[in-house]
């Protein structure tokens, strides 16, 4: 692109009188990948500081080891692969931050590293880095992080959810099921286990949940980050509206609290957060309903209808599957592309 | 403008982006631009054929007289913008990339008229036929950049009535502000423009198009056109508004068909500044050899909207106010977003320059090196005006893979440039298109060969 001044230039030309050259456009907007990661990671930032505020030194570890060996991983695979290394976009701090958020606190530092090196790794990399990968990252360390160490990724928890909602021996009678936040109470009073009146649960979900992952904290300050997202056009409304909008409906007609429905669990932080992610959902606005829509439906069968007590991670996952698919067959109408019978009808 | 088609065009707009305007001539009355001791006028200032000299060298010329003509229908006559002597017919720059045969004229700095320049009559009385052939003879093009034959435009085809001539003065361009002050200060004449054109092509009603943030504009076309049935229609402000397809959309709320053109729903564009043109050819005679352009950016000392002659090389536009100021940049014929990046200031102003933008090398390449790393945000396709996808577009230009190219409908693309200027990894998205639509269209060339071929031997 750039023209040396020594060029050769034709007889009548002066040297240095020379411009560059290129297509239009001429000027670019400001937003670049790595500022737009730097937004979504501010948009974050308020719910990590409540979350360090809530659960203490144990989320300082867990974030920290986790965008620790999302980074590194990041690095040492770029190094290997004989790539640009583009640690410096922030995207794989981004990923490693989410992972946390979507981590109990307390668990021993080495799973969010090896969760934060698996996301990097398995989740981004092996497709051939940012842009390129199928599942969202973040959500893959965490799948491999729950497959594998499901003990720890269903006690570690500030505050044992059983002990705040019922009595132990209602816990004794139901214990075959496992990961325990206000979602598993939930579960037990649908199934007639347990008497629990869910709207007690709005005002702790929405400010202060001792009970839940690092991320799940303050379902208000989510909304924030959403409403940062949204105000900067970084994210668009249609999926995290169009998410939470299927869960709340899906929940009222089986009969569930559909408030919270939305609050409790994992679905606010992956419907603003994961589900939102550029690279692994739809491109054009119908894509995205229906994306949404399906991680909507996903869910409510895996909360309702399955041995698992939380549906929003395999959802995200099953949908971005889905998207290269969605991405072919959804596609907008061109504008002038008016269909033969359209114009019929118009000229009659 | 009513509530409900106020209404009808918000729902309506799509697409576009924000650049910043930078509209600082905004305010800046148009002065008439320098005298050139030179000037080179190309004899291809137009979409269609290029024009065959009619003078030859050390022939002495008069500011109006006709130099090149064509015999072909579309194609438009250039005409002597200064008096003086032909020193060479040349391959010469031009502002589109190539070198084009074009007429160099040496001053004599006195200006004379030629004598050719008299008012062609009342168009009142003339007929359409009447109307269309002084305006050919005038070298009328589309001055919004377009460089479309006027002549033609005004010509309807059989069984498609034109209801509607838009007047765009929509100028969604950031930095020029030629169209605006036009407007400001020409109203009564560009409405009077308005008129002949409506005359010529039949039509019933005339709207004119101005973004929402000229208010000055808005109101002095209203004053202007209270009493001759003109409708002035503010548009949002949002590039790409100007664009001939997403005007007639945001006005009347049809499409135009893929490859067809405005006629097909009953509508012809001109810009503001043609309009300004034709007005001027009736009144004085005066055919097409000076135009407002506006002169502006970090890279050029004084900025400024003048009257330029047709020819004048950019370089004493440039002199003209103040010089170059910084390290070298870009030289923008036209606007930032669809303008032509030239390499020289050696080159003349044509017909279609709006605009003589120049930009510091800082201003432009401050931002980090480009990774052209599709992140899959989608703003290309959120923001693409014609609902095209410009990311698979891009990838599949790169690819070769012209089959799948041709599926995305990457002919309907207007080349706005909304995806590239979006884009945060700054693909360059218009560039991979452009050569797209050269594989795809070589492609179907081969194809139809081979099949002739084919279909000969049998």
């Known amino acids: 692109m750039t023209m040396p001044d020594n060029a050769d230039t034709p007889a009548e030309q002066e040297p240095r009188q020379l411009f560059h050259i290129g297509v239009s456009p001429h000027i670019r907007d400001a937003d670049t990948t790595s500022s737009i990661m730097g937004w979504v990671i501010a948009a974050l930032l308020p719910l990590t500081a409540y979350s360090i505020y809530i659960c203490g030194l144990s989320a300082v570890t867990t974030i920290f080891y986790s965008i620790a060996g999302a980074v590194a991983t990041e690095y040492i695979i770029q190094r290997i692969r004989k790539v640009h290394v583009t640690v410096g976009d922030l995207s794989a701090v981004l990923t490693g931050l989410l992972l946390a958020l979507t981590l109990p606190p307390r668990l021993p530092f080495w799973m969010p590293l090896i969760g934060g090196a698996v996301a990097i790794a398995m989740g981004k990399q092996v497709f051939g880095g940012l842009g390129h990968n199928i599942f969202n990252p973040a959500l893959v360390g965490r799948a491999v992080l729950f497959v594998s160490w499901s003990k720890y990724m ?28 206000p979602l598993f109470a939930e579960g037990q009073v649908r199934k007639g286990l347990l008497v629990l009146d869910a709207s007690r649960y709005y005002r702790p979900l929405l400010f202060g949940n001792p009970w839940g992952c690092v991320g799940e904290v303050s379902a208000l300050l989510i909304l924030l980050g959403l409403a940062i997202l949204l105000y900067k056009r970084l994210v668009d409304w249609r999926i995290p509206v169009c998410y939470v909008g299927t869960v709340m409906v899906l929940s009222r007609i089986i009969g569930a609290d559909p408030i919270f429905a939305a609050l409790a669990g994992g679905l606010l932080l992956g419907a603003c957060f994961m589900a939102t992610d550029y690279v692994t959902n739809p491109m054009t606005a119908w894509g995205k309903v229906i994306f949404a829509v399906g991680c909507g439906i996903v869910t409510v069968v895996l909360r309702f ?14 949908m971005n599957g889905v998207t290269p698919l969605i991405d072919r067959y959804v596609k907008p109408r061109p504008y002038g592309a008016i269909k033969a019978t359209a114009r019929v009808a118009e000229e009659s | 403008m009513g509530l409900a088609q106020r209404m009808r065009s918000w729902v309506l707009t799509r697409g576009g982006v924000h650049p910043d305007p930078r509209k600082e001539t905004a305010t800046m009355m148009v002065f ?116 479309f034959p006027t002549h033609v435009k005004l010509s309807p085809s059989a069984g498609k009535p034109i209801e509607t ?110 309009a300004y043109a034709i007005h001027d050819l009736f009144d004085r005679g005066m055919p097409l050899v000076e135009r407002v352009l506006t002169v502006s950016g970090d890279g050029v000392a004084g900025h400024a909207n003048l009257r330029v002659r047709i020819g004048t090389l950019a370089r004493d536009v440039i002199d003209f106010c103040g010089g170059l100021v910084g390290e070298r940049g870009k030289l923008i014929m036209g606007g930032p977003m669809m303008g032509l990046a030239q390499y020289t200031t050696n080159v003349p102003v044509v017909k279609g320059t709006s605009g003589i933008i120049v930009l510091r090398h800082e201003t432009l390449f401050r931002q980090e090196p480009a990774q052209f790393t599709c992140i899959r945000c989608g703003r290309c396709v959120r923001d693409c005006p014609m609902n095209l996808m410009p990311y698979a577009m891009g990838a599949y230009s790169d ?29 360059p998205l218009v ?28």
């Open chain 1, 154 to 181: 269903t006690t570690s928890y500030l505050v044992d959810p059983r002990a705040a909602v019922v009595n132990t021996s209602t816990i004794k009678a139901i214990d075959a099921v496992t990961k325990a936040t």
């Open chain 1, 305 to 318: 209808y399955s041995s698992l007590p939380e549906g929003v991670m395999f959802a995200i996952l099953l």
């Open chain 2, 32 to 147: 008439p631009g320098p005298s050139p001791e030179q000037v080179v006028i190309p004899l291809l200032q137009h979409v269609g054929a290029v024009c065959e000299p009619v003078v030859e060298v050390h022939d002495h010329v008069l500011v109006g007289q006709k130099i090149g003509d064509s015999e072909e229908y579309i194609s438009a006559p250039v005409h002597s913008s200064v008096s003086g002597e032909v020193t060479g017919i040349v391959m010469y720059p031009h502002p589109g990339g190539r070198d084009v045969l074009s007429i160099q004229i040496l001053s004599d700095g006195r200006n004379q008229l030629s004598p050719d320049v008299k008012p062609p009559g009342d168009p009142a009385s003339m007929t359409p036929e009447e109307i269309r052939r002084v305006v050919r003879e005038g070298g009328m093009v589309g001055l919004g950049g377009g460089g």
């Open chain 2, 165 to 274: 001539v838009i007047i765009n003065g929509a100028e969604c361009e950031p930095y020029i502000t030629g169209d605006h002050r036009l407007m400001v200060e020409r109203g009564a004449q560009i409405i009077n423009g308005a008129q002949i054109i409506k005359r010529a092509v039949g039509a019933e009603r005339i709207v004119v198009a101005v973004e929402r943030n000229k208010p000055d504009a808005i109101q002095r076309m209203r004053e202007a056109g209270t009493g001759e049935g003109v409708e002035v229609v503010v548009l949002p402000s949002r590039y790409p508004m100007g664009a001939e397809k997403l005007l007639i959309y945001n006005i009347t709320g049809h499409e135009v068909p893929a490859r067809g053109l405005p006629r097909d729903v009953g509508v012809e564009v001109n810009n503001v500044g043609t």
């Open chain 2, 399 to 427: 690819a070769g893979l012209w089959d799948q190219l041709e599926n995305l409908d990457v002919m309907d693309c207007i080349e706005c440039g909304s995806c590239a200027y979006i884009c945060p990894t700054k693909n």
């Open chain 2, 431 to 458: 560039q991979l298109i452009k050569v797209g639509k050269e594989g795809v269209t070589r492609r179907k060339r081969k194809v139809e060969t081979l099949e002739r071929a084919s279909s000969s031997k049998e």
